[in-house]
């Protein structure tokens, strides 16, 4: 088995993260969301690793097929609902449950004529406006659902956060549509993503729906995950392949962007953009090198980045890099990145093993 780069999922983590929101979201229900290949995480094995999560959630009918082909049999939800017949009927077939968002999706179910009966998550759009019936179109959408020739098992009534990690007041102005839309009806309720969990405003719902914050990384710009008891569940851990000499004045990497300003020791190591890490890091991003920081020097390339270890002991081939996670946050290194931890944990390609422990 190749040393170089891995995804090392500590399972541990994701179990201990799933208790911390749990403990936040007093009593809610969690629907742990897994979708995007469980943020990188690994789907199958994620959602094994977490057998105590109430229901998991995805995005895309393929997704809950593949869970439930790998023998899960929790609940799953399709966030995006479905947009053909024919993907109705194999959402019945896997016994999916849908989230119903448009008023096509309410149709489907209408001329459903096997009678496949759902649990339902019928969706408001409080101010996200990506998703959702507006709360004008809410009440005559949920009638639909309660007259169909087949009842559904269950409706559920959700909306999503636009701003849940950084504006308060946008988010009591989301509760405020949301409660004044409900009113009156009866049904479940599930508002919260990670940042809802965990923010200033105490969103409720009898479901919340953590994604980010399952796998350890914070949804704030101003709060840790160790602030919020959170641990790291991934960490992108590779080796150096090469240990060289660049004489002062010479540049590292493609571009030239980087130039010996003294006699310098570079590390190579086994990592680049072609397993996710993204090109747009700059110079000076820090990597652990043996679980020291060093800097990143020069570009990433796609199989390789360069980091500067001048003056340190012996750095062999085979020596440990960690790019993030344990030791690292995520966060840090998209912030270099100018993009957030969401990106960098979904976008672990797929030549990259995920080793569970
Ligand atoms: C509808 C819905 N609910 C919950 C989540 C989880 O969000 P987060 O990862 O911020 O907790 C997402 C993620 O994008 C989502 O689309």
């Not at 541990?12 to 969690?30: F, K, M, P, S």
């Not at 977490?50 to 393929?62: I, S, T, W």
């Not at 459903?112 to 996200?128: N, P, Q, S, V, Y």
């Given at each position: 088995?190749?040393?170089?780069?891995?995804?090392?999922?500590?399972?541990?983590?994701?179990?201990?993260?799933?208790?911390?929101?749990?403990?936040?979201?007093?009593?809610?229900?969690?629907?742990?969301?897994?979708?995007?290949?469980?943020?990188?995480?690994?789907?199958?094995?994620?959602?094994?690793?977490?057998?105590?999560?109430?229901?998991?959630?995805?995005?895309?009918?393929?997704?809950?097929?593949?869970?439930?082909?790998?023998?899960?049999?929790?609940?799953?939800?399709?966030?995006?609902?479905?947009?053909?017949?024919?993907?109705?009927?194999?959402?019945?077939?896997?016994?999916?449950?849908?989230?119903?968002?448009?008023?096509?999706?309410?149709?489907?179910?209408?001329?459903?004529?096997?009678?496949?009966?759902?649990?339902?998550?019928?969706?408001?759009?409080?101010?996200?406006?990506?998703?959702?019936?507006?709360?004008?179109?809410?009440?005559?959408?949920?009638?639909?659902?309660?007259?169909?020739?087949?009842?559904?098992?269950?409706?559920?009534?959700?909306?999503?956060?636009?701003?849940?990690?950084?504006?308060?007041?946008?988010?009591?102005?989301?509760?405020?549509?949301?409660?004044?839309?409900?009113?009156?009806?009866?049904?479940?309720?599930?508002?919260?993503?990670?940042?809802?969990?965990?923010?200033?405003?105490?969103?409720?719902?009898?479901?919340?729906?953590?994604?980010?914050?399952?796998?350890?990384?914070?949804?704030?710009?101003?709060?840790?995950?160790?602030?919020?008891?959170?641990?790291?569940?991934?960490?992108?851990?590779?080796?150096?392949?090469?240990?060289?000499?660049?004489?002062?004045?010479?540049?590292?990497?493609?571009?030239?962007?980087?130039?010996?300003?003294?006699?310098?020791?570079?590390?190579?190591?086994?990592?680049?953009?072609g397993d996710g890490?993204?090109?747009?890091?700059?110079?000076?991003?820090?990597?652990?090198?043996?679980?020291?920081?060093?800097?990143?020097?020069?570009?990433?390339?796609?199989?390789?980045?360069?980091?500067?270890?001048?003056?340190?002991?012996?750095?062999?081939?085979?020596?440990?890099?960690?790019?993030?996670?344990?030791?690292?946050?995520?966060?840090?290194?998209?912030?270099?990145?100018?993009?957030?931890?969401?990106?960098?944990?979904?976008?672990v390609s797929q030549r990259v093993?995920?080793?569970?422990?």
């Amino acid at each position: 088995m190749s040393r170089l780069i891995r995804a090392v999922i500590d399972t541990g983590a994701l179990r201990h993260n799933l208790q911390t929101i749990r403990a936040r979201a007093a009593g809610a229900r969690v629907l742990a969301v897994v979708k995007a290949n469980a943020y990188g995480h690994g789907l199958v094995q994620t959602a094994r690793a977490l057998p105590e999560a109430d229901a998991f959630a995805v995005a895309r009918l393929e997704e809950g097929i593949r869970l439930r082909e790998h023998g899960v049999r929790h609940p799953v939800v399709l966030l995006e609902g479905v947009f053909t017949a024919e993907q109705l009927r194999e959402a019945a077939r896997y016994e999916l449950e849908l989230v119903v968002h448009d008023a096509l999706q309410v149709h489907l179910l209408e001329a459903d004529a096997a009678g496949h009966r759902f649990r339902l998550w019928l969706k408001i759009d409080t101010g996200m406006n990506r998703l959702g019936f507006r709360a004008g179109e809410f009440p005559e959408a949920l009638r639909r659902l309660e007259r169909l020739p087949s009842p559904p098992l269950e409706v559920r009534l959700m909306t999503h956060l636009a701003r849940a990690d950084d504006s308060p007041a946008q988010t009591r102005e989301q509760l405020a549509r949301f409660r004044q839309a409900i009113r009156g009806h009866l049904g479940a309720t599930s508002i919260a993503n990670s940042a809802g969990v965990f923010g200033e405003t105490a969103v409720g719902g009898e479901w919340v729906r953590p994604g980010l914050a399952l796998y350890g990384a914070s949804p704030f710009a101003d709060r840790s995950a160790a602030d919020l008891k959170l641990r790291p569940a991934m960490t992108l851990t590779t080796s150096v392949i090469a240990v060289r000499s660049v004489p002062r004045g010479e540049t590292v990497g493609y571009g030239g962007t980087w130039r010996a300003e003294r006699d310098s020791r570079i590390a190579i190591a086994a990592a680049g953009y072609g397993d996710g890490l993204p090109w747009a890091l700059p110079n000076g991003t820090p990597v652990l090198v043996d679980g020291r920081r060093a800097p990143l020097c020069g570009r990433v390339s796609m199989d390789m980045i360069a980091v500067d270890v001048t003056g340190w002991g012996p750095i062999e081939v085979g020596t440990p890099v960690v790019l993030w996670g344990e030791g690292l946050a995520v966060e840090e290194v998209a912030r270099r990145a100018g993009t957030i931890a969401y990106e960098l944990l979904c976008g672990v390609s797929q030549r990259v093993p995920l080793e569970m422990r």
